[in-house]
């Protein structure tokens, strides 16, 4: 049996009783996109689309190898020419759950972040294994299932995630989008705390 939202389209390996998403108001991209709608949007600023991938004011101090590892993905970073992201960005990367504090991952994970960031939208590779999206509490599923058919192999819906948007929330919204299409196509994992 599967869960309730997605029992019509029979592709869910959710827990066999509904569970009901619980959104903590402490949770970072909560808190984001809802004062996001109390902004002035009258001057969108692409700067403020990287405060999404930053982790909250009160975490924790790194240790010394979390350090290194930031150091070194910002040498590298900056080898790239990549200066839009700081140490914020890097140490959400390297504490997510699809870099596990790997600094290879992490640094992949940034640069499809920038991509995402900057309006690039990675074309469908059909050698690229595509691995979708981690269910959140056997509730996503639907919408995981929804957002793969829409952009795993085909282009016809890629206008909703194009940058061309002038109010900062539905810019937010389609650079998430962007990051998780990027994610799909590049044969990464998509986990609960990206999106």
């Known amino acids: 049996m599967s869960c309730w939202t997605c029992q019509a389209i029979s592709i869910c390996f959710c827990t066999p009783r509904p569970v009901r998403l619980q959104v903590s108001k402490s949770s970072h991209l909560f808190t984001a996109f809802a004062n996001a709608s109390r902004q002035d949007t009258s001057k969108p600023n692409s700067v403020d689309l990287y405060r999404i991938f930053t982790l909250p004011d009160d975490r924790k101090k790194l240790d010394k190898e979390e350090s290194h590892n930031v150091k070194a993905i910002s040498k590298e970073l ?9 140490e914020p960005h890097i ?32 074309d469908y590779d059909p050698s690229v294994e595509l691995l979708g999206a981690v269910n959140r509490q056997a509730v996503t599923c639907y919408l995981d299932a929804l ?11 890629e206008a909703m995630v194009f940058d061309s948007f002038v ?9 998430l989008l962007r990051l998780w299409v990027n994610m799909l196509r590049s044969g990464k994992l998509i986990t609960v705390d990206i999106v």
């Not at 109010?167 to 650079?175: G, M, Q, T, V, Y």
């Open 78 to 86: 900056g080898r790239l020419g990549l200066t839009s992201l700081k």
């Open 91 to 122: 140490e959400y990367a390297l504490r997510s759950l699809a870099a596990k504090g790997d600094k290879d991952k992490a640094l992949e994970l940034l640069l499809v972040l920038e991509d995402s960031l900057e309006g690039i939208v990675k």
């Open 167 to 175: 109010e900062l929330p539905r810019k937010r919204l389609a650079a």
């Open 147 to 157: 957002l793969f058919a829409m952009f795993a192999r085909l282009d016809s819906f």
